[in-house]
């Protein structure tokens, strides 16, 4: 089983529809968790980090369930600009282990 | 937040060769890795580069391979050594943020392509 597992995609939703991502981790010794974003030909950044209490930052909404291994991100009121990969990350006893990401497309 | 330069950032290389790829952060940090993302694929981990020792290697890959040196807290290397088509890929650095948030910083990464 992976480490971190997440929704394999691609999302393909038109804009200012809402959409979940899922994501799973295997080692219960996980200790922070992390979106990050990345575009096309470009590396990845932050984009939330993910918090017991769960967390909003304008539009997009994280959630973890420490008890079921889960992670969630949602994005409402989607944007064009929005349109990239989004990878779930779970820090592991001091390493970063990347999801295999989950690509979004928005559309006109 | 890190900034981070990488060089070269794209190149194209001979089966047999290496190439040494350069990461320069802009403030001294604690922890530097390397990745790998090969196309249409997330990141993976190969190493974390240790200031002043040998780097710690994940499953998969050697020094041998891919040897790293960490001289001080803001520069390392990866070479890929003895390339060959399946070493196409792109190579991140990154850094882990001075402010304890967790957050990794990255390069622009260098993208990698052996004949």
């Known amino acids: 089983r992976k480490e971190v597992e997440q929704d394999p995609g691609p999302f393909n939703v038109p804009e200012g529809a809402t959409v979940a991502f899922n994501c799973t981790y295997s080692?219960?010794?996980?200790?922070?968790f992390f979106w990050y974003r990345q575009d096309c030909r470009k590396e990845p950044k932050l984009l939330m980090s993910?918090?017991?209490s769960g967390n909003e930052d304008g539009r997009f909404t994280a959630q973890l369930n420490r008890a079921s291994q889960y992670i969630s991100l949602l994005i409402r009121d989607s944007k064009l600009s929005d349109s990239a990969t989004y990878l779930c990350v779970v820090n592991i006893l001091g390493d970063m282990r990347f999801g295999a990401g989950t690509r979004l497309t928005v559309k006109p | 937040s890190a900034v981070i330069s990488q060089k070269p950032s794209r190149d194209i290389c001979q089966r047999g060769t290496s190439l040494t790829i350069q990461c320069q952060v802009d403030s001294q940090v604690t922890m530097m890795f390397w990745y790998r993302q090969q196309p249409g694929q997330s990141l993976t981990l190969i190493a974390t580069a240790n200031q002043g020792s040998e780097a710690t290697y994940e499953s998969g890959f050697v020094i041998d391979k891919f040897p790293i040196s960490r001289p001080n807290l803001t520069f390392s290397t990866l070479t890929v050594s003895n390339m060959s088509p399946e070493d196409s890929s792109i190579y991140l650095c990154s850094a882990l943020g001075t402010l304890n948030t967790g957050e990794l910083f990255f390069g622009e990464g260098s993208r990698l392509t052996v004949l």
């Open positions: 080692n219960s010794a996980s200790q922070s």
């Open positions: 993910v918090y017991s």
